[in-house]
């Protein structure tokens, strides 16, 4: 382990912008409010890849950790939490592909939000952003990574109410942060359930001021010297479960994934920024860096597989249905996510990093191209006012286009990659009991193909067939109107005037550029995790083995380590289930080319449009019980009776004692000595007393 | 045979006292509190305190009492008008604080060591004089001095104001 | 031979009504001769005492006691005439001005 002096600045350049620009930026050119933005995260990427290429990588691949400790932050007893960083594999992927996403949002930004309101107030919450996420990143124990994790949230909040004019931004904003902090809680539990058992909540064994600090892994692994192998096990799976509950906040799994939708109330940067490329990926590095709890507690990765799953194919089922760009984005992105654990749950944690790896680039691309089609058509955000782009955006559509093959798993592109390891990993798992490997493959199957169906249907509604936002078009006018029935056809008429005078334009170089570079990442980023399996060992699996030091092996249902048995015995079964998800990512393309191309405006069930009514559910459920509950009791009752009148009553109390009290002042001398002689009968019964004893 | 002589003496004294507070009017007061001292006197008298009894009769019985017979005589104070009391709640008082004292000292007296039996040694006029003018002669010029500013102090407060002012 | 609680029996006894004679009467001079009435109580106390211990100190404070108690009762006395003078009435109840 050795120290270094680079983590520093790579975390407080992005707070320096934030500062400067919340302080001074308000009477300043947007021009040098972006400069001053990007260069901050621009900075922090160079940083980044000189810390990583350049020290990492020569360091031997088990000592690959690199630390920086800033200052001792709270010690008190047991308890230490130091204010301090580390990078180790695990830490740098993310590092990397963070900042280098990051940079480009934050140059894209710059044209989008040109002209807004507040441009300064913008990019200061990015920059925060980006210290927020850096300091989870690279902490070093639980602690810190709970204040990155936190200040996320916040910045999150920040930037979704970002038009805080709009009442539809503010409660998405609200929600977004308050359905963070359920999960938060179980996260925090956790911690505190690790800190309990272990004593420690550092990541990494380290030495500070003579004081040598064990990582509460190794701690952990430990009990299982001393205790019931069971009772262990069990408070593994505690710990596990707790910290998942965190991830499941943060990530939007089933069931608190109704903040993401709604978070596309926000600018769009922040949606590929936050919703799409970092914050919400923070549940799987989490996931990830704790992989030595997982791997020990088969119910927890059981139930972390189930859950992604689950949510990959609800979220995919939902997004077909969805005429807003962004929400059909938006619930790609907890689809997408609910691979990425469904991975770890099977034991592939480098699979799962190497998608969240693939998908930041590919998401980002897609966000930023459906930002750069809302600026070119306007601010229209609905699917069914757009049509025919492709001639007035080509950059955007051929950007746009890599994207959309990386995500449906079309072989040699990034995502195919990706999906396909993970698919096969679920498929071939061995902790996960024995017919849910192949059941939870089906799944992700299944929702692979409606990830290349719904992503086919957003890509032809966008960008081939008739110009729907010409109202002179006969077919367009009829069709929208035909399609929505009458109660909405005000609303369409408004917009279709509206839309008359529009002539969809290609975006500034200062967004187009972005969108090349992710588009390339999208297509040759997964180059550097190709699965051996498939190879045959020709071409190595850099990223795996990268990444190999920094995550816990999992332990097999009969309890052997299931190191590359499989690799060896089923390289055919893995080539099959390859061949098999690249038929089902191309044919799901074909599928919704030909479905979508002559029915732009088919009518999705209403189930899935309205989202199986998950938001009118839980209000339902919670939303409407706490309201009354807050009203009938803890207002009218617990407020006003309890509280003000324990206020009140003491007053009262007061007076009703000075009222009696006051009866004692009579002026009757003899009263007065009547008085005297009942306390002196009170000494002297008290001396008689100490008499008796 | 003592005993019953202090009985009777002890009975006439309570009997005596508490028609002292029993009576409305303030000189059958007065003079049942001069019964009163007689009687304390003839218990001294069984205490061979002969000295002690000797002054209790000259000086509280006396010069005390005939001082207050002469004051009650001076204002002409009569039987207490039925004046509204508005603090009766005291006459009802009275039982219970009394009962109270009374158990509080009893419950003290009933657990005193036997003493020795009165010598009669100590109760003369010679004995109480030798110690008057040795050991406690202080004491006994202040408390001439004392007198001396009652005195003053008397006739100053009951001087008539018609002089003068 | 009388016991000597007897002896303190009665005073307490001459005490107690003593003291309740204090408040229950009206008339200042009879709450005067009540608190003489106290003042002899306690004189019986510390005769018996002197004279059961063969301590002559008691019989010396019984001698300095009655001697304060007579220039008490002489000062008390004319603070009462004086009283009387200005309001022509001895009732303690009348005076009752001394109070918040």
């Known amino acids: 382990m050795m120290k270094t002096e680079l983590l520093a600045p790579i975390i407080f350049m992005p707070l320096i912008g934030a500062a400067i620009l919340g302080i001074w930026g308000k009477h300043w050119s947007e021009k040098l409010i972006g400069a001053i933005a990007c260069s901050t995260v621009g900075i922090s990427t160079v940083l980044s890849f000189y810390l990583v290429f350049a020290k990492l990588l020569v360091l031997p691949a088990d000592g690959r950790l690199l630390t920086q400790h800033l200052f001792t932050w709270i010690k008190a007893g047991s308890f230490r939490a130091d204010f301090a960083f580390m990078v180790d594999p695990l830490s740098a992927v993310m590092l990397l592909f963070v900042t280098f996403v990051a940079f480009w949002i934050h140059v894209f930004a710059t044209g989008y939000m040109h002209g807004e309101d507040g441009y300064y107030r913008f990019f200061a919450y990015l920059n925060l952003f980006m210290f927020m996420m850096l300091t989870l990143i690279l902490a070093d124990n639980f602690l810190l990574m709970f204040v990155g994790w936190e200040g996320v949230g916040l910045c999150s909040y920040l930037l979704i109410g970002y038009y805080f004019l709009k ?49 509460s892994f190794a701690r952990l692994g430990k009990l299982f010297l001393n205790a019931d192998p069971l009772w262990v096990v069990g408070t593994m799976t505690a710990i596990a479960l707790l910290l998942f509950v965190g991830a499941i906040g943060k990530s939007a799994q089933i069931p608190l994934f109704v903040w993401l939708p709604d978070a596309m109330a926000g600018p769009t940067p922040v949606s590929a920024l936050i919703h799409a490329a970092t914050m919400v990926t923070a549940g799987v590095y989490m ?150 490997g192949a059941v939870l493959w089906v799944a992700g199957v299944a929702t692979a193909g409606l990830t290349a169906i719904y992503m086919t ?32 056809s005000e609303a369409t008429e408004d917009r279709a005037a509206y839309a008359h005078r529009l002539i969809p334009r290609e975006s500034p170089a200062n967004m187009w550029i972005p969108l090349v570079v992710l588009a390339v990442l999208s297509v040759a980023g997964g180059w550097i995790g190709i699965s051996e399996g498939l190879t045959g060992g020709r071409i190595p699996n850099a990223f795996e083995h990268f990444l190999e030091p920094a995550i816990a092996k999992p332990v097999a249902i009969s309890g052997e380590l299931t190191v590359s048995a499989e690799h060896a015995e089923s390289h055919t079964l893995e080539l099959a289930l390859t061949g098999l998800s690249a038929i089902i990512g191309i044919g799901g393309i074909l599928i919704g080319w030909s479905w979508f ?97 | 045979m003592e005993k019953a002589l202090f009985l009777i003496l002890a009975a006439v004294c309570a009997v005596a006292a508490l028609n002292v507070v029993l009576q409305r009017n303030p ?46 005589m001076l204002l002409n104070v009569t039987t207490a008008e039925r004046t509204i009391d508005r603090h009766r ?43 008057l003018f040795n050991q406690y002669l202080l004491p006994f010029e202040v408390t001439s001095i004392l007198i001396l500013m009652a005195m003053v102090g008397a006739m100053v407060l009951a001087r008539r104001e018609e002089k003068g002012k | 031979m009388v016991p000597i609680s007897w002896y303190l029996a009665l005073s307490a006894i001459l005490f107690t009504i003593g003291v309740v004679g204090v408040f229950v009467k009206q008339n200042a001079i009879s709450i005067f001769m009540c608190i003489e009435l106290m003042l002899n109580a306690v004189n019986l106390t510390l005769v018996t005492f002197s004279s059961f211990f063969n301590e002559v100190s008691g019989q010396l404070f019984v001698f300095i006691v009655m001697t304060v108690a007579a220039a008490e009762a002489a000062v008390g006395l004319a603070i009462i005439i004086s009283i009387f003078r200005n309001r022509e009435s001895i009732n303690v109840d009348e005076a009752n001005i001394l109070k918040l």
């Not at chain 1, 890509?459 to 029935?485: I, M, N, Q, S, T």
């Open chain 1, 167 to 215: 009442d539809s931004a503010n409660d998405a904003a609200k929600k977004a942060f308050i359905v963070n902090r359920i999960g938060d809680a179980g996260f925090v539990l956790g911690v505190m359930l690790i800190f309990l058992h272990a004593g420690t909540i550092s990541f990494i064994d380290k030495t500070v001021d003579g004081a040598s600090v064990d990582s």
């Open chain 1, 287 to 436: 996931v990830a860096r704790c992989s030595p709890i997982y791997t020990k507690s088969p119910t927890a990765m059981f139930v972390v597989a189930v859950v992604g799953g689950a949510t990959a194919l609800l979220a995919a089922t939902i997004a077909i249905a969805q005429w807003d760009i962004k929400k059909v984005l938006a619930y790609s992105t907890v689809s997408q996510l609910g691979y990425m654990f469904l991975a770890c749950g099977a034991g592939g944690f480098s699979a799962g990093i190497f998608h969240v790896f693939t998908h930041s680039f590919f998401k980002a691309l897609l966000f930023l191209g459906a930002g750069s089609i809302i600026i070119g058509m306007h601010h229209e955000q609905d699917l069914r006012f757009m049509g025919g782009l492709k001639k007035y955006m080509p950059k955007t559509f051929w950007t746009v286009a890599m994207g959309w093959l990386a995500i449906s798993g079309v072989p040699l592109f990034s995502g195919f990659f990706s999906k396909d390891d993970i698919l096969y990993r679920t498929f071939s798992s061995s902790s996960l009991p024995s017919p849910w």
């Open chain 1, 457 to 488: 249907r957003l890509v032809v509604l966008a960008f081939f067939g008739d110009e729907r936002y010409r109202p002179h078009h006969e077919e367009g006018a009829h069709e929208v109107k035909a399609a929505h029935g009458h109660e909405e």
């Open chain 1, 597 to 693: 191309k002559g029915r732009p405006l088919w009518q999705p069930p209403s189930l899935l449009e309205n989202k199986y009514w998950v938001d009118e559910v839980y209000n339902r459920l919670f939303v409407e019980p706490i309201k009354s509950i807050s009203t009938e009791f803890f207002w009218k009752v617990f407020d006003v009776k309890i509280i003000d009148g324990a206020v009140n009553g003491a007053a009262w109390l007061v007076s009703g004692m000075g009222d009696v009290l006051r009866l004692i002042q009579v002026g009757f001398t003899r009263v007065y000595a009547a008085l005297i002689l009942a306390g002196a009968l009170v000494v002297i019964g008290y001396f008689l007393i100490g008499l008796n004893r």
């Open chain 2, 27 to 72: 000189l059958y007061s007065a003079l049942s509190l001069i019964a009163t001292l007689c009687s304390l006197a003839a218990i001294f008298i069984t205490l061979q305190a002969q000295f002690i009894a000797a002054i209790q009769v000259v000086v509280y019985a006396g010069a005390i009492m005939v001082l207050f017979v002469f004051v009650i």
């Open chain 2, 89 to 131: 709640y005291l006459k009802f008082l009275a039982i219970p604080f009394a009962g109270l004292l009374i158990t509080e000292v009893f419950y003290v007296i009933t657990r005193f060591p036997q003493a020795q039996m009165p010598t009669g040694a100590i109760g003369t006029t010679e004995s109480i004089g030798v110690y």
